[in-house]
């Protein structure tokens, strides 16, 4: 599918973005100091919506790719666009993660470019993005060993989503990898 140019925009702004991060970031606090209180909360993880659209606005930017979009944001309801953005010029799928545990891959998704998003020292106002330019169908990402035994592509046979961290999973495919922002939320906002 190709979506004309003129309906390639949704409405998650920039601005909606600094205000949804500042929330979540003070959300994350309260916790923490909840956690030096002795009450053990566990944090929630970003919300999709502030992660995919940090990606949006580095591919933007730093890929000079204007037009992908945010797909639950986008304008025209015409269109039915399933997935984390939308871009006519490749399939993209996201992935973020705040600490050293496994990120999950679902069986079913389609993708021809994998964006990582490092969040670990988000706190610190740093973040990483990594593009890993391989699809969900390639014979590489497929042979991604996720435990001694099991690759991606056994997990997926066997009908469960593949779960690894990122420094395992990068270990295996770092020769496709592109580190494309290594800066801070607030530099991305206000450049």
Known sequence: MIIPEEDLKDNYTIEILNDRYKLYKQSYLEVEKLKKQGINIRHQNPPEDITENIVKFIIRKYEKEPNIIWSKGIINKKWKISGDLYSNNFNPEIKSFTSNGPMQ?????????LYCLDMRNWTDDKLILWKINLSNS??????????KTETIGDQIKNK????????????QIKEYSIKIFEDSFTNLINN
Not at 161 to 171: G, K, L, M, Q, T
Request: cysteine-free; charged content about 25%.
């Open 105 to 113: 891959f679902s069986p079913s998704k389609n993708f021809d470019v």
């Open 138 to 147: 390639s014979d590489i990402y497929m042979n991604i060993k996720v435990n």
């Open 160 to 171: 469960r989503r593949p779960h690894i961290n990122f420094n395992n999973f990068f270990e």
